[in-house]
């Protein structure tokens, strides 16, 4: 898409090419119709839809959200309706948005993420397949993501299975990154998304029960937003694929932030929820902040973060 005149919004990730770089993180637009509402969806740079697993899942057990003073926590659990009722009705409907699809999904092994992205690989619309090696609400649902020879071997069985471009999403919750990142574009990976939710907790002291329904959960929004940063900044170490900034972004300022930190491009999480319409914002203002940095594309403005 062309922001304004004389500003090219389009970038690439390696052989993805996108009309911009704001994008919408999984599980935080539903899958998309949800949105139509307030956001015109054939604008966005790209859309992942929420997590699909190979069987339907109810999630975890309620409550699953809970509103803390610094940021949103959730353990929805990969509530889903699985690959087949996904294929069959909720793609279809998101390839007719017009917007670059990104199918998101989460095996609970090896096994099962090959067999998921195989299969999703058949679509030729799709734009690239996110594997959601990192969500921190289901059993050992982070572990591929903690430890860089799981990450390894789950991206290289994936990667001789799945011919579509691959993004691997990683998880904040790790002593240091960049092993884990490094793992992943040494086994193909040909993009990075990261951050999933950071693990966290509240507690009713009154009732000494945890408020979540599964004890801990996921958190997002702004508060995490540093952590986002120092993880894209951490994995631009590490590697040379491109990565997609996620954690925080709600005003066209953090997309800037991500972008000179070296991420080609952003999803916009928890943000949709409080204001559903952020996206269409961040669009409308990113040519402008462009231009006042002397940029006439985006990609010009990419890793120009000076350290020294
Ligand atoms: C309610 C909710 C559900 C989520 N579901 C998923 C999911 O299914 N798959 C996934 O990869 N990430 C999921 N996430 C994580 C987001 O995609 C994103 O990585 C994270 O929330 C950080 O971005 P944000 O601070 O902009 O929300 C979920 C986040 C929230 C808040």
Redesign the pocket.
Known sequence: MKGSPGVDLSVSLGPVRLPNPVLV????FGHAGEMSRWVDLGRLGGI?P??VTRKPRRGNRPQ??VETAS??L?S?G?D?EGIDYFLAHQLPELLATGAPVIV?V?GENEQDFVQLAARVAQVEQIAAV?L?I??P?VAHGVDFATDAQLCHRVVSQVRRACHKPLWV?LSPNVTDIRPVAEAAQRAGADAL?L???CVGMAVDWRRRRPVLGSVTG?L??????PI?LAAVYRARQAVEIPLVG?????TVDDVLEFLVTGASAV???????FRPRVTMELLEQLPQRLQEAGCTRVEQIVGTLQVE
């Open positions: 993180a999984s599980g935080t992942v929420k997590t699953r959200t940021g949103m959730n929805i990969l889903n998101s989460a996110e959601n990192s969500c609400n999403k998304t951050i999933n939710t996921g997002s929004g702004p508060a995490i937003k986002a996620v954690g925080g972004i709600a999803q916009v999480g928890t943000a949709n929820f």
